[in-house]
């Protein structure tokens, strides 16, 4: 029955077009030894199939396996693939020992009952930083440890800005960078990129302007998510932005920020390093709310969690590859390698004094707010979903924003 | 076909020697039973493999995928795999779903429009080819190039041409003197431009099947045809196209299930949008079951199982069809 089973499984992988089932199958493996002994292997899943292992990050990993007495078997994979990977893999009964998760899954994966709580393996998660925390709460207990927090803000271009006149410290309100806009658009520059694509990406990049506008998610449609997707379709309709912001990853919209055309770009941390190679002075500063301030942005970023074993004797050493990932010295050089913020303020602290340009993203970091907080938990893909639907439909021109996100708030209603 | 055929060459060579006496006879009518279970046996076991391939990857996944349409499925029984059954509560919550509608308009423009211009321009393509002039070869071997090309690639050279800020089409566009057009981004035109790059894709597919078709086509007919004073045109209306009349319905059927299936296209290119301006059934299907954070497998595998029907559909319509031209 169990191989059956299995077997079926693996068909339904096949089915849904989940490619790599070797990824799987490659579960735990529960043969090996328990706590007290030395060796056995241990398997590790992150989302950065970007480094190999010589890469820094691959290294460390390594490395706090050897501390902890084991061999630590670490498989990268593709973000977007790694909820799903982890669900089929728990349903048959091999999760990973340790899994790095984009923080807005962390609460699907809870609700699957796949996680362990941070308090029943005795992590310590008291010195972070508790909006960062947020994404991974659950009924006020934590179910994994950030990495890191990264988020977005504004990159402009200082000579696009100078040539056109505007001051980027003038810029303090929605009225303020939509004037920039129309003087940079006079200037015969274009406005501002950013991604408006109909996949979470497209949400991500909608949140900071409709929580500056004071939205609440659970009701889409109010008048400040309308006025903030208004703001939106205003920049589209008079040529602020492109048209094509719809089809824009936050990638392409940095790569069309990169030829040097645009005066603005609603991008994140982990583009600083392009940012360095783009050839052009830049500036960031933070998203601004509608009347003024910083408008709460969401927060990204990855978070070390421990996926229930059957064989509960290997906690101890999961918690050791965990405590060693998030010690304050790895976390030092993990978040500069993957230009993340640190979610604790003493790793903040000397991250600031490597690099002084990261202190308005950290400030961006203090501001910002998991999109699962709050108690939405798994309420948030039956938000979001919607929402870039609703996002998509007013700027392409099908919908005004009112109808739109009326639309949205129904189909949210019906979850 | 293959077990009648094994029994009847067993079942000879004892008949003919047996013929002798009534002892005999009985002797020989056992050993014939005995031989017949053997035959049968070994019958098995040489359609063993294909069964059991069958069933691995058609019957099995299409049992699932109908099990996953029939149970309420959350993320927690997803995994505990103890999820209740729900009977057709999935398949109503798909058919209320107001992006039912038009999921549903979408595929059947897509992949009806697809076909007719496909098959037309493969049609045009193939009775050009079939003429035999200098380098015909060559140019049908660059006709195949969309055929050759992985789909990504494709799909990606297309969604760039059509990108509205940079895209080589409205370039052109502009150079005519046209005001540009938001190919993939605006509602009215979404669907339209993936049409366009299907056909383009679909086009190798129906020139290769009719020119083959074509050339079964005996050349003597054309001959009597022109000494009867028949046009091209006529020659094509009442020679060329009656002939090619089954090679056409195979042609159509197997655009129509590749058609209606089609899927990365459309998500590279639009991903099903803006909002749902071109979502198929199809990419909704995947929206449901892997597009979003929190995944709602059973409503995808209904919408999956509904695109199956229809193909089923289409399938037994062929049948009949040319079951009525055999008769």
């Not at chain 1, 010295?329 to 903040?348: F, I, R």
């Not at chain 2, 059934?281 to 497998?297: H, I």
Request: with cysteine; aromatic share 10%.
């Amino acid at each position: 029955m169990r191989n059956t089973r299995r077997t079926l499984l693996t068909a339904i992988a096949a089915v849904g077009a989940l490619t790599s089932v070797a990824a799987c199958g490659g579960g735990s493996d529960s043969s090996s030894s328990g706590s007290g002994k030395a060796g056995g292997t241990y398997n590790f899943w992150d989302p950065y199939p970007q480094f190999d292992a010589s890469s820094p990050w691959g290294k460390l990993v390594t490395k706090c396996g050897t501390d902890a007495g084991v061999k630590v078997k670490r498989t990268g994979m593709d973000t977007t693939d790694l909820g799903n990977k982890a669900l089929l893999a728990a349903q048959q009964g091999n999760a990973p020992d340790v899994m790095l998760v984009d923080n807005p899954v962390v609460s699907t994966l809870v609700e699957a009952g796949i996680l362990n709580k941070t308090s029943d393996l005795g992590l310590d998660t008291k010195s972070i930083q508790k909006n960062i925390l947020g994404a991974g709460v659950i009924d006020n207990a934590p179910y994994g440890v950030p990495i890191g927090a990264n988020t977005l803000a504004l990159y402009y271009n200082k000579k696009i800005l100078s040539a056109a006149g505007v001051d980027a410290g003038s810029i303090k309100d929605w009225n303020s960078l939509t004037a920039a806009l129309k003087k940079v658009k006079s200037a015969g520059k274009k406005g501002i990129t950013f991604s408006a694509i109909n996949t979470e990406e497209g949400s991500f990049q909608f949140l900071p302007w409709f929580w500056g506008a004071g939205g609440d998610l659970t009701k889409l449609n109010s008048a400040k998510g309308v006025a903030a997707l208004s703001l939106w379709k205003q920049w589209v309709d008079a040529g602020y932005a492109p048209k094509d912001v719809l089809q824009n990853t936050q990638t392409t919209s940095w790569q069309e920020f990169a030829t040097g055309d645009y005066a603005f770009s609603e991008n994140g941390t982990w583009q600083l390093g392009n940012a360095d190679k783009a050839g052009f002075a830049y500036g960031v500063i933070n998203i601004p709310g509608q009347n003024g301030g910083s408008a709460p942005v969401p927060t990204g970023g990855e978070f070390v969690t421990v996926p229930v074993q059957k064989d509960s004797s290997r906690y101890d050493v999961s918690k050791k590859i965990v405590t060693c990932l998030t010690s304050s010295t790895n976390l030092l050089s993990t978040d500069t390698a993957l230009t993340y913020v640190a979610p604790t303020a003493e790793v903040q602290a000397q991250q600031v004094k490597q690099n002084p340009e990261l202190k308005p993203w950290i400030s961006a970091v203090a501001a910002a707010r998991g999109r699962t907080s709050g108690g939405l938990g798994t309420k948030y893909p039956t938000l979001s979903q919607p929402m870039w639907t609703a996002v998509q439909s007013a700027l392409s021109g099908g919908k005004s924003p009112q109808a739109a996100l009326d639309t949205a708030q129904t189909a949210a209603g019906k979850g | 076909m293959t077990i009648a055929r094994v029994d009847r060459r067993a079942q000879r060579s004892p008949a003919g020697s047996g013929a002798t006496g009534t002892g005999q006879r009985t002797n020989t009518s056992a050993l014939r039973r005995r031989q017949r279970r053997g035959s049968r046996l070994t019958a098995l076991a040489f359609i063993a493999p294909l069964v059991v391939y069958l069933a691995a990857f058609y019957l099995y996944p299409l049992y699932r995928n109908l099990d996953l349409s029939l149970r309420d499925y959350t993320v927690r029984s997803f995994v505990q795999g103890d999820a209740p059954f729900s009977g057709l509560d999935n398949f109503r919550t798909v058919l209320d779903d107001p992006t039912f509608g038009p999921a549903m308009r979408h595929t059947l423009v897509f992949t009806f429009a697809s076909i007719a211009f496909q098959y037309a321009a493969g049609l045009a393509l193939a009775v050009f080819f079939n003429r035999h002039f200098r380098l015909a070869p060559t140019l049908r071997a660059l006709f195949l190039i969309p055929w050759l090309l992985p789909l990504i690639v494709s799909a990606s050279t297309w969604s760039w041409m059509f990108n509205s800020e940079s895209g080589v089409i409205n370039y052109a566009l502009h150079l005519v003197g046209m005001s540009p057009v938001d190919w993939l981004n605006s509602p009215d035109w979404a669907l339209t431009s993936v049409v366009i790059a299907n056909i383009w894709i679909g086009i190798p597919f129906n020139l290769v099947i009719l020119y083959s078709g074509l050339q079964n086509i005996p050349g003597e007919l054309y001959e009597a045809a022109s000494l009867d004073g028949a046009g091209a045109w006529q020659q094509f209306r009442r020679i060329t196209f009656p002939l090619l009349r089954p090679v056409s319905a195979i042609t159509l059927l197997l655009g129509l299930v590749y058609t209606l299936k089609v899927f990365d296209l459309i998500w590279i290119m639009t991903k099903g949008g803006p909002g749902d301006a071109s979502s198929t059934l199809a990419t909704w299907s995947y929206q449901l079951g892997f597009g979003t954070l929190l995944p709602k497998f059973g409503p995808g595998a209904a919408v999956g199982n509904i695109l199956i029907l229809i193909a089923l559909v289409f399938g037994l319509l062929y049948i009949r069809v040319q079951r009525r031209q055999e008769a």
